[in-house]
């Protein structure tokens, strides 16, 4: 039996880095959303491994970091949800007309929608 194409846990071919294959990494690590899925943040650590797999883009790569160095999430105080609403408000407001569209404006037009009607068309 051959070992799968992605499989390096001592990191000699693929950038230095332990490389495994799609859903064979060992146990004791997790990616960043596996990690907020239990409450915790790499706290600072450094990527300890990564799986590689191939898709229609190329190769992906997912990095992996050690459960035992994670840590707990920071909790939200006052100020950080101010800072996060004053943020989301902004990206609401239209820098053409002014006004609080009630949505995050879309980056492709950057105003609201009324007022990317209003634009003529180049020809």
Same mark, same amino acid.
């Given at each position: 039996m051959?070992?799968?194409r992605?499989w ?5 071919r693929?950038?230095g880095i332990?490389?495994f294959? *799609?859903?064979?990494a060992?146990d004791?690590?997790?990616t !960043? @959303?596996?990690?907020?899925?239990? =409450?915790l943040?790499? /706290? ?5 491994a990564q799986?590689l797999r ?7 790569a ?12 920071r909790?939200m105080?006052?100020?950080? *949800? ?5 943020a989301?408000?902004a !990206? @609401?407001?239209?820098?053409?007309? =002014?006004r609080?569209? /009630? ?8 105003t609201?929608?009324?007022?990317a ?7």
């Open positions: 051959s070992r799968p992605f390096d846990p001592d990191g000699s693929f950038g332990p490389t294959p *799609w859903r064979m060992p004791g690590y997790a !960043r @959303r596996q990690l907020r899925a239990r =409450g943040r790499p /706290g600072g650590q450094q990527v300890a799986i191939n898709t229609r883009r190329g190769v992906r997912a990095y992996l970091y050690r459960l035992d160095a994670a840590r707990p999430v909790a105080t006052p100020a950080r *949800w101010a800072a996060l609403a004053a989301n408000r !990206r @609401r407001i239209c820098p053409d007309c =002014g609080d569209a /009630g949505y995050v404006l879309p980056v492709r037009y950057g609201c929608l009324p007022c009607d209003s634009v003529p068309l180049a020809a």
